[in-house]
C-alpha cells in the first residue's frame, strides 16, 4: 500500500487473496476454491445460533467473492478498477455487448487517455540551477603584499577567501498544443566574474509519427537566433538527428550545423558519429554499452578548441539506488580523473558528489541534487595543484556530512513523516478495521471444528501439523535460534486459519497479501508484515518466515530445524 496516496488509503478487499487463489486461476480453481470455504463457513454447517449468525456473514463473502471472479465480465471490471469498479452505474450495457478482453482493452485505452490528458494539461516545468564555488584559498591562500598593517595583515590572512565565482539558472516549460504539436519557452541566466549573459527560447515541435519530428527554436539574447532540428528512425538499428542554426550578428549571419548519425549494435550497447561545423567545428565518435550492474561510455572527440579521449565506467548497486563512478579524460587541455558516487535518498531525489583531479585545473568537488525535473549543481574549486589535502577532504568529508545528515536529520524526518502517515491511515480506516478484526475472529471460531479434524488427520498420518503460526510486525534477530522471534505487538495468531489450509499433508498460500485470507485481518496497517510459521511434518520440527506478499509452499526439507 503506498502512504503517499490518500486516494488509496482505504483498505479495499482482495478477492483473489481471501479465496487463496493466484490472479490467473482457472474456473475450475476458484470453484474448488469456493467449495472448501463454503464446507467451512455455510450457516447450514452450524447449528448453535451464535456460530451461525457469524456463519452468514462469512458465507456472504464467500459467495460475492466468488460471484465476481466467475462472472468474465466482472472479473475484467474488478482486475482493472478493482471494488470501486463493481460499485459503479451503468456497467449492465457493457456487459451485454462486450467480451473481457474488449472490457481490459477499453480500461486501457481510458487509462491511458486520462494519462494523455493530465500530461497535456501540466507544462512539465524543469530547471537546472549551476552555482561554482572558488574556495581555492583554503588549501592555496592568497597574502596581499599592498597591506602593510601587521595585525590587519595576519588577521585578514587567517580568514579563507570564499567567493561565487560564476552561477547560471535555466528554466523551461511545456505547452501542448495538440496531440503532435508541442510549445517550449525556455530561459538562461549566466553570470561570470561580475559580468553575465541570458537568454530566452521559443521552440516549436511537430511529430510526424513515432519515426519522426521536426523542430524550429527562435533565439533572443546574445544576439537572434534561428534552429532548425528534426529526427528520423532509419531503419531497425540506424537513426539520426540534426539540425543547422542561424545566428545574427553585426558582422554578419553565422551559420551553424550539427548531425548525429546512431546505431543499435545490440540490446545493451549504442553507438554514436557526431559532427558540429560553423564557429566551433568537432567530429566525434561515442560507445556507450549500459547492462543491468554496469554502464560504459566510450568517446573519442577531435576539433576546436579541445579535442580528446574519454574512457568512464559506472558501477550499478542496491537494485541502482547507488552508483559508483570513475572516469578518466585526456586531450589538449590536459588530463582528468574523476570518481563518486550517485544515491538515490527518495522517492524523486537523487545526490551525486564526484572528486576531480586534474592537470592544470587542480582539485575540484562537484555536488549535485536532482530533485523529480530539478537540478542543482554546485561545482566547487578546491585548490588550483593536485595535492593530497584537498584529494583527501573532498572525498571523505562529503561522505561524513551524508552520513550526520543521513543519520540525524533525513532519518528522523522521514520516520515521522511515515509515523504520521501510518497513523493517518489507521484513523481513516478505523471503522473498516474494526470490522476486520471481528470477521477475523468470527472466522476462527467458525474453523474451529474444521481446525481439530484436519489436525487429527494430519497427526494420524504423520502429515503436516501446524504448532504455531504468527502474522504481523515480526522481528528476527539472525544471531538468535530457532523459535526466538522478536514479536511486537502489532501480531495477530493465525495458527487455526493456517491449519485449515492443509490438504493432503501440503500448504499452498499464494503471492498476495496474506491479510484478506480468512481468519486474517492487517494487525499492523502501514507496516512490514511477515507470517511466521512452526510446524511438524514427519514428526521433524520445521520453521519458516516468509514476508507479507511471498508465495509459501509446505513442507519444504530446507525448513527443517536442529530442534528436537
Known amino acids: 500500500m503506498d502512504l503517499d496516496s490518500d486516494d488509496e488509503s482505504i483498505i479495499e478487499e482482495d478477492f483473489y487473496s481471501f479465496l487463496n487463489i493466484p490472479k490467473e486461476a482457472s474456473k475450475e480453481e476458484i470453484n474448488n476454491a469456493y467449495r472448501r470455504l463454503s464446507r467451512i463457513y455455510h450457516p447450514d454447517k452450524h447449528m448453535d445460533p451464535s456460530l451461525k449468525a457469524k456463519a452468514e456473514v462469512m458465507f456472504n463473502k464467500v459467495k460475492r467473492a466468488y460471484e465476481v471472479l466467475s462472472d468474465p ?154 534552429s532548425f532540428k528534426g529526427f528520423r528512425t532509419l531503419t531497425k538499428r540506424f537513426f539520426w538527428n540534426g539540425g543547422t542554426i542561424l545566428q545574427f550578428t553585426p558582422e554578419g549571419i553565422r551559420p551553424g550545423i550539427m548531425s548525429t548519425l546512431a546505431m543499435q549494435i545490440d540490446k545493451h550497447s549504442v553507438g554514436y558519429l557526431s ?165 477475523a475472529m468470527a472466522a476462527q471460531d467458525l474453523m474451529n471444528a474444521t481446525y481439530n479434524r484436519n489436525r487429527d488427520e494430519e497427526s494420524n498420518k504423520k502429515g503436516l501439523v501446524i504448532i504455531k503460526a504468527i502474522y504481523g510486525r515480526i522481528m528476527r534477530d539472525t544471531n538468535q535460534q530457532h523459535g526466538d522471534a522478536e514479536l511486537s505487538s502489532e501480531v495477530l495468531d493465525v495458527t487455526i486459519p493456517v491449519q485449515c489450509l492443509v490438504k493432503d499433508s501440503k500448504l499452498v498460500i499464494h503471492d498476495r497479501t496474506k491479510s484478506e485470507l480468512p481468519g486474517f485481518f492487517d494487525p499492523a496497517l502501514g507496516e512490514e508484515k511477515m507470517l511466521h510459521i512452526i510446524y511438524n511434518y514427519h514428526d521433524q520440527p520445521h520453521e519458516v518466515t516468509i514476508a507479507d506478499n511471498d508465495s509459501l509452499r509446505l513442507p519444504k526439507t530446507a525448513h527443517r530445524t536442529n530442534i528436537t
Open 73 to 226: 465480465h466482472q472479473r475484467a471490471i474488478y482486475d482493472s478498477l478493482g471494488t470501486k469498479g463493481l460499485e459503479t452505474e451503468g456497467w449492465e450495457l457493457v456487459q451485454r455487448t462486450k467480451t473481457p478482453a474488449e472490457i481490459r482493452a477499453e480500461y486501457e485505452k481510458l487509462a491511458e487517455e486520462r494519462a494523455e490528458r493530465r500530461k497535456n494539461q501540466a507544462t512539465n516545468p524543469s530547471g537546472n540551477v549551476t552555482i561554482a564555488v572558488n574556495a581555492t584559498d583554503l588549501f592555496n591562500p592568497y597574502y596581499d603584499d599592498l597591506i602593510d598593517d601587521e595585525y590587519e595583515s595576519d588577521f585578514i590572512s587567517g580568514i579563507p577567501n570564499i567567493e561565487v565565482s560564476s552561477m547560471q539558472f535555466s528554466q523551461s516549460v511545456d505547452f501542448p498544443l495538440t496531440q503532435k504539436d508541442n510549445c517550449t519557452l525556455s530561459g538562461q541566466l549566466q553570470t561570470q566574474n561580475g559580468t553575465g549573459q541570458g537568454g530566452v527560447n521559443l521552440g516549436w515541435r511537430h511529430i510526424f509519427s513515432h519515426k519522426s519530428w521536426a523542430e524550429m527554436e527562435l533565439t533572443a539574447g546574445s544576439g537572434p537566433a534561428v
Open 275 to 439: 559532427y558540429h561545423g560553423g564557429i566551433r567545428s568537432l567530429f566525434s565518435t561515442q560507445l556507450i554499452r549500459d547492462t543491468e550492474y554496469n554502464r560504459y561510455n566510450f568517446s573519442i572527440q577531435v576539433g576546436l578548441p579541445h579535442s580528446h579521449v574519454l574512457l568512464q565506467y559506472t558501477r550499478k548497486m542496491m537494485n541502482q539506488e547507488l552508483k559508483l563512478r570513475i572516469a578518466v579524460k585526456a586531450g589538449t587541455f590536459g588530463g582528468v580523473i574523476e570518481y563518486g558516487a550517485e544515491k538515490k535518498i527518495s522517492k524523486h531525489s537523487n545526490l551525486a558528489f564526484s572528486v576531480v583531479c586534474g592537470v592544470p585545473s587542480g582539485v575540484k568537488l562537484k555536488i549535485r541534487l536532482t530533485r523529480a525535473s530539478q537540478t542543482y549543481s554546485f561545482p566547487i574549486h578546491l585548490c588550483e595543484e593536485i595535492m593530497p589535502a584537498p584529494v583527501f577532504y573532498a572525498t571523505v568529508v562529503p561522505l561524513v556530512v551524508y552520513v550526520v545528515v543521513k543519520k540525524g536529520f533525513v532519518e528522523p524526518f522521514l520516520k515521522e513523516e511515515k509515523s504520521k502517515k501510518v497513523e493517518k491511515q489507521k484513523q481513516n480506516n478505523y471503522n473498516k478495521l474494526v470490522e476486520k478484526r471481528r470477521e
